[in-house]
């Protein structure tokens, strides 16, 4: 397809385990997004990406965040020792970073985690 | 920080029915965006503005930017059914190093049309 893909699109942890999540970006689009979205609530920036670095991590709540994206495409984020308030949907979205169409974002569907 | 205030959180009107929400900000944004959600999925955009003033025609939709770029509006006619969702408004700044399009959303509208 041409569009953001997610997976998992639900992910269930136990308090304290480690969690992937993975972003395929639209091909060709040079930044890429993840924001934390609370249920009823609209997205939170958490970091952002230009091709393979990592330009702006001010959104993550915490040092138990972390992303990569170590070629400028596949993106992932990871969670070490989830904890309840992790609970949210995580959605990734790309652009093309150039010119007015560095405003229009594509997301991909999300994905859930549940931390138990 | 940037805030935007959007208004109203919830709303419910039945089919045929006009309806106009409001998102608000005492910053000045370079571009504004329009999302629409629906559950389990991840927003789709319906428009972007970025001149103040700016007037958008989406068939039944209409978007506004704000002369200052500080707020923005959205206006459905006659709602239908299929309307139904969470809308988010979203704006991008270019200050502070932030000219990669770095997205402030509001709180979302979710939109019951009832048929």
């Known amino acids: 397809g041409a569009g953001v893909s997610q997976s998992p699109r639900y992910k269930v942890a136990k308090r304290g385990q480690d969690v992937a999540l993975r972003c395929d970006p639209i091909s060709g689009h040079v930044s890429l997004f993840w924001y934390q979205q609370a249920l009823g609530q609209g997205p939170e920036f958490l970091t952002y990406?230009?091709?393979?670095?990592?330009?702006?991590k001010s959104g993550l709540p915490s040092d138990r965040f972390f992303a990569e994206r170590p070629e400028g495409s596949v993106s992932t984020l990871k969670i070490q020792r989830t904890q309840q308030e992790d609970s949210a949907v995580y959605l990734c979205?790309?652009?093309?970073?150039?010119?007015?169409?560095?405003?229009?974002?594509?997301f991909g569907p999300g994905t859930r985690l549940t931390v138990t | 920080t940037q805030l935007l205030e959007q208004s109203p959180q919830f709303l419910s009107i039945q089919e045929g029915e006009n309806l106009t929400v409001y998102c608000n900000s005492s910053?000045?944004?370079?571009?504004l965006q329009w999302y629409r959600q629906e559950p389990g999925e991840g927003p789709v955009l319906l428009v972007t503005?970025?001149?103040?003033?700016e007037v958008k025609k989406l068939k039944r939709l209409t978007f506004q930017f704000g002369d200052a770029r500080k707020d923005s509006s959205l206006h459905i006619t006659a709602a239908q059914p299929g309307d139904t969702g969470l809308y988010l408004c979203?704006?991008?700044?270019?200050?502070?190093?932030?000219?990669?399009?770095?997205?402030?959303f509001g709180q979302g509208t979710i939109l019951t049309v009832h048929p």
């Open positions: 979205a790309s652009s093309l970073g150039t010119g007015r169409d560095r405003y229009e974002q594509y």
């Open positions: 910053s000045v944004f370079s571009s």
């Open positions: 979203a704006g991008a700044s270019d200050a502070g190093g932030t000219s990669y399009g770095k997205l402030t």
């Open positions: 503005v970025v001149t103040g003033g």
């Open positions: 990406f230009q091709n393979e670095a990592q330009l702006d």
